[in-house]
Nanobody
């Protein structure tokens, strides 16, 4: 069984930075993808960033150039560095692992203007 625990969310002002972390427990294989989705009330969960085996990444167009995803396989942790935050980045951010996938409980990010 895989469990994911996110941390690092909070309330910041536009232009600030935050770093989200997602620590996994259980059996994790580096070949499987990890990443982040986000969701706001009334909207579908949307992909923010993903990282695949070998280190290749994928980003939503809205965050390209501002967010960076990285992964430490030894620590079974995925990170999301978020710079130049905008009010429209406000959402609950969910970590995921694998193709099934497994989900974390979510962490709130609020960006004030």
């Amino acid at each position: 069984q895989v469990q994911l625990v996110e941390s690092g969310g909070g309330l910041v002002q536009a232009g600030d930075s935050l770093r989200l972390s997602c620590a996994a427990s259980g059996t994790i294989f580096s070949i499987n993808p990890m990443g982040w989705y986000r969701q706001t009330p009334g909207k579908q969960r949307e992909l923010v960033a993903a990282i695949f085996s070998g280190g290749s990444t994928n980003y939503a167009d809205s965050v390209k150039g501002r967010f960076t995803i990285s992964r430490d396989n030894a620590k079974k942790t995925v990170y999301l560095q978020m710079n130049s935050l905008k009010p429209e980045d406000t959402a609950v951010y969910y970590c995921y692992y694998g193709l099934r996938p497994y989900w974390g409980q979510g962490t709130q990010v609020t960006v004030s203007s």
